[in-house]
């Protein structure tokens, strides 16, 4: 975990924690998206780093992460929203929303990207492995 300072001009209050999406296969492009287009694929993006959390967040249950951890959230969740101070975009979403810390690796080889191919390579290893046997 990284010490991770809020320069957003935001602040998470009640159950809300204030979390910045990352998306590491950008690196850089000359092409310019517009924010609104930007803001709905950051809506579907489920990897985020939490940037500040909310003082009654996980008040019932051992707190499911802290400013800094990598995390998974819902998609659809929350609110994009730009940043007063620093003019970036992040996601205000609800403490119930982080359900997994993400702790090595990325997230290429954890989410599925067409379950529908994926279950038909499968289908068709093993239909091949029960010919040869």
Known sequence: MTTVVNQSGLKAVGRAV???????????SIIQ???HVRSM???????????QVGAACWLDEPPRAAPGDRVLISK???AIVRGTADG??????NDQ??????ET???????????????????????????VR
């Open 33 to 35: 998206i517009p924010d």
């Open 41 to 51: 694929q950051l809506m579907q993006e489920m990897r985020a780093t939490v940037i």
């Open 97 to 102: 929303d982080i359900f997994c810390l993400i």
């Open 105 to 131: 690796g990325e997230m290429d080889d954890m989410i599925v990207k067409n379950p529908i191919t994926k279950s038909k390579e499968v289908q068709r290893e093993t239909e091949r492995v029960a010919r």
């Open 18 to 28: 204030l979390c910045e999406p990352y998306d590491p296969e950008v690196t850089s």
């Open 76 to 78: 659809f969740c929350g």
């Open 88 to 93: 970036k975009l992040y996601r205000l979403c």
